[in-house]
C-alpha cells in the first residue's frame, strides 16, 4: 500500500554529521528564551506607559523587569523603549496585564518564584489600573 522510502533521510544526516552533532536546546533552555521575551515585551509595555502616565510604581516595575530579562539572557541587558506621548493607557495596561499573564504561566512552569511574584504582583497592578475604583462608580451615579 505504501512504497518503501528508498533514500537516506535529509533529517538522520547533514553533509554526513551524525544528528547528534546538532546543538539541541532543553526544555528549561527553551522556557527561559520564552519567558525573557515575555518579560521583554512586558517591559516595551510598561515603558511606554512610563512615557504617558510617569509613577514610581512603574519606573520599579521596569527596573525589576529589566533585571530579570538580563538574569534569563545571561547578563546581556533589555533593549529598552523610548517612551511616546502618545497612546491609550487603558489599551497599553490591558496589553501589559495579558503579557504578564503569559509570563506567569512560563514562570510557573519553569518554577520560577521571582518571576512569578513580579508577574503577578504586574497583572494585579494593571487591572487595577483598568478597572475603576468603587469611589469613581460612587461619583458618576445620581443620587
Given at each position: 500500500m505504501y512504497?518503501?522510502?528508498r533514500?537516506?533521510?535529509?533529517?538522520?544526516t547533514?553533509?554526513?554529521?551524525a544528528?547528534?552533532?546538532?546543538?539541541?536546546?532543553?526544555?528549561?533552555?527553551?522556557?527561559?528564551?520564552?519567558?525573557?521575551?515575555?518579560?521583554?515585551a512586558?517591559l516595551?509595555?510598561?515603558?511606554?506607559?512610563?512615557?504617558?502616565?510617569?509613577?514610581?510604581?512603574?519606573?520599579?516595575?521596569?527596573?525589576?523587569?529589566?533585571?530579570?530579562?538580563?538574569?534569563?539572557?545571561?547578563?546581556?541587558?533589555?533593549?529598552r523603549?523610548?517612551a511616546?506621548?502618545?497612546?491609550?493607557?487603558?489599551?497599553?495596561?490591558?496589553?501589559?496585564?495579558?503579557?504578564?499573564?503569559?509570563?506567569?504561566?512560563?514562570?510557573?512552569?519553569?518554577?520560577?518564584?521571582?518571576?512569578?511574584?513580579?508577574?503577578?504582583?504586574?497583572m494585579?497592578?494593571?487591572?487595577?489600573a483598568?478597572?475603576?475604583?468603587?469611589?469613581?462608580?460612587?461619583?458618576c451615579?445620581?443620587?
Amino acid at each position: 500500500m505504501y512504497e518503501p522510502i528508498r533514500s537516506k533521510s535529509v533529517h538522520s544526516t547533514m553533509a554526513g554529521a551524525a544528528s547528534s552533532d546538532f546543538p539541541h536546546r532543553s526544555r528549561e533552555e527553551e522556557l527561559d528564551i520564552q519567558l525573557a521575551g515575555h518579560l521583554a515585551a512586558l517591559l516595551a509595555v510598561t515603558d511606554e506607559l512610563r512615557g504617558l502616565t510617569p509613577s514610581a510604581d512603574l519606573d520599579s516595575a521596569a527596573e525589576r523587569l529589566a533585571a530579570q530579562v538580563a538574569r534569563l539572557r545571561g547578563g546581556r541587558p533589555p533593549l529598552r523603549a523610548t517612551a511616546s506621548a502618545t497612546g491609550d493607557p487603558a489599551a497599553l495596561h490591558r496589553r501589559a496585564h495579558t503579557l504578564a499573564g503569559r509570563a506567569l504561566v512560563v514562570a510557573a512552569s519553569r518554577a520560577d518564584t521571582a518571576v512569578a511574584i513580579l508577574t503577578a504582583g504586574r497583572m494585579d497592578a494593571h487591572a487595577a489600573a483598568i478597572t475603576p475604583s468603587a469611589d469613581a462608580d460612587r461619583r458618576c451615579v445620581a443620587p
